[in-house]
Each structure stands twice: as C-alpha cells, then as structure tokens.
C-alpha cells in the first residue's frame, strides 16, 4: 500500500474559498470553456476514504456537489452592491459575492453567493422579477462558528450545507441572511417539478 501523501482536510474557510472560485468561473462563463476538478478521492479531494473502511465528504464537496446540480442554463449578469473591505493585495474587495444561473427550458435559477466578512452576518436582497418566477424556493448554507471545523473520520457529518430558514420570498423580492464565513445556495424551480 502507497504512503499517504498530500492528503489534506479541508476546513469550513477551505470551503467558502473554493465556493468563491466557483463563482468566479460562473461570472467568466463567457471565458472559460473548462473547469476541472483533477483528484477526487484522497489526494487533495472533496471526498476522503480508509483502506477497507467509511468514506465521507470534505466540506469542499457541498460547493462542488450544490454547483454541479444546480447551475444550468444560461450564467447570469448579476450586479451585486456590496459593502466592501481593504486587503493589503487585492485593493476594495466586496464583502458578499454572487452569481445566478437561469434554465431557458425548465425555468430552474440557482443563485449562488459568499460572505466573506469574517464577524457579521448579511441580509442580501434579490430582485427576481425580470426571471418571471412562480416558483418553489429553498436555501442552503455552509457555515460553522468554527470557520477551522472539517469533516474527519471520526465526525464525518459535522460540516454540511443546512437550510437556511431566513430566506423570505414577498412578491418578486427574495431576502436571506448569509452568517459570517458562509457559502449559500438558493434555488428555484417551477411548481410541481
């Protein structure tokens, strides 16, 4: 049996990171015409196992897996307005970040959107009207108040995406409150579907 190398456990920060490159790709959807996630099992991979024994799910799973299923169709051109915060390298850099993607066929939209403050939770409000939906609606979210929390061998369901109970839809107005260090997944799909 091989040593085990580069095998890393990837915390609740390592999943908001990530969930923020997705986005990223989303935004640039008109760029790039390949995404790839190289290892899936065990070396540096959202999904981690033991010779003959369990498996379970890194937290970078949840992001990965919610994208995969939910953004189809069409990348939306979202304009998030944001407060913003300094860093040293990259300048003003806003505090919440989203993207949304719309099914021409199914009328299905996802939205999917990061809090990067480290302290305080944000209310985002989404104006959903220009998408014509009469739609059923659920939120989920990946956050800890541990933002070094992961999923080990021993506690392999610590870290999920849970629904978010603060998503309120009024009309075509959605609201939901995003915990600090958060990764949200909202989606939308026709009644009945």
């Known amino acids: 049996m091989a040593p085990r190398l580069l095998e890393d456990a990837y915390t609740v920060a390592d999943a908001v990171v990530f969930g923020s490159l997705l986005i990223s790709l989303l935004k640039h959807a008109d760029r ?54 300094e860093t040293d390298l990259y300048g003003s850099v806003p505090i919440v970040d989203a993207v949304a993607t719309h099914h021409g066929e199914t009328g299905a939209a996802a939205v999917f959107a990061v809090n990067r403050s480290q302290e305080d939770e944000v209310e985002v409000t989404i104006d959903v009207a220009r998408l014509g939906l009469h739609t059923a609606l659920r939120a989920r979210t990946l956050s800890d108040t541990d933002v070094e929390a992961a999923n080990t061998l021993h506690d392999p369901n610590r870290i999920a995406l849970l629904d978010n109970t603060t998503v309120h839809r009024d009309g075509s107005v959605v609201t939901i409150v995003l915990p600090p260090v958060s990764w949200t997944e909202i989606t939308f799909t026709k009644d009945g579907l």
């Open 32 to 85: 790039v015409t390949s995404a790839s996630l190289a290892q899936l099992v065990n070396v540096i991979a959202p999904i981690m196992t033991e010779p003959g024994g369990p498996a379970w799910r890194q937290t970078t799973f949840f992001p990965f897996a919610a994208t995969a299923k939910h953004a189809v169709g069409t990348s939306l051109d979202v304009r998030v307005q944001s407060d913003r915060y």
